[in-house]
T-cell receptor, first 108, second 116 residues
């Protein structure tokens, strides 16, 4: 148990569809991060929240991506009009240390 | 900007042999340093981290790493490999200071294969 729950664990979608991932830390953490990991690569930073405020977004986060953390607890990451290049594992991190098991996106 | 280089995308060791995974970083100031392990279809698990103080850091599962500022390195070692050590290992850095957000910059990873 990593203390961070991510759903769904695996999502297969067709190009052009929208998808949403959810991250639920079990305990309270002020900071919450999203990373993307493609096959054979290390995770890359996407964005992070301090409570409900989104403080930084990577250049990787195009305008098709949006993340929220409305109550400073769980967070969602939505990808609109998915492209095949969006296929990756999306990792949520609570605090600086607690990684979720990730949500794997496959865009056909 | 910070960057991390892990030398060798794949390492093969015999069970009982030394495990040595190399990590070099580039940063304008010495950052915080981390090693993570990732098993198939799982998230990352922290092995150890260096923030301040003693430069030899001991982690879980018998791993340790030494911070060498002059070499900008943070190599990971384990004296005797076990079959359960087969996984992918990532070195990462983060900037010092809460205003920097503590986001992690990862290396490309090293996949470890342990031969019986």
């Amino acid at each position: 148990d990593t203390g961070v729950s991510q759903n769904p664990r695996h999502k297969i979608t067709k190009r052009g569809q929208n998808v949403t991932f959810r991250c639920d830390p079990i305990s309270e953490h002020n900071r919450l991060y999203w990373y993307r990991q493609t096959l054979g690569q290390g995770p890359e930073f996407l964005t992070y929240f301090q409570n409900e405020a989104q403080l930084e977004k990577s250049r990787l986060l195009s305008d098709r991506f949006s993340a929220e953390r409305p109550k400073g607890s769980f967070s969602t990451l939505e990808i609109q009009r998915t492209e095949q290049g969006d296929s990756a594992m999306y990792l949520c991190v609570a605090g600086e240390l607690f990684f979720g098991e990730g949500s794997r996106l496959t865009v056909l | 900007a910070q960057s991390v280089t892990q030398l060798g995308s794949h390492v093969s060791v015999s069970e009982g042999a030394l495990v040595l995974l190399r990590c070099n970083y580039s940063s304008s100031v010495p950052p915080y340093l981390f090693w993570y392990v990732q098993y198939p279809n799982q998230g990352l698990q922290l092995l150890l981290k260096y923030t301040t103080g003693a430069t030899l850091v001991k982690g879980i599962n018998g791993f340790e790493a030494e911070f060498k500022k002059s070499e900008t390195s943070f190599h990971l070692t384990k004296p005797s490999a076990h079959m359960s050590d087969a996984a992918e290992y990532f070195c990462a850095v983060s900037p010092i200071g809460r205003s920097a957000g503590n986001k992690l910059t990862f290396g490309g990873g090293t996949r470890v294969l342990v031969k019986p």
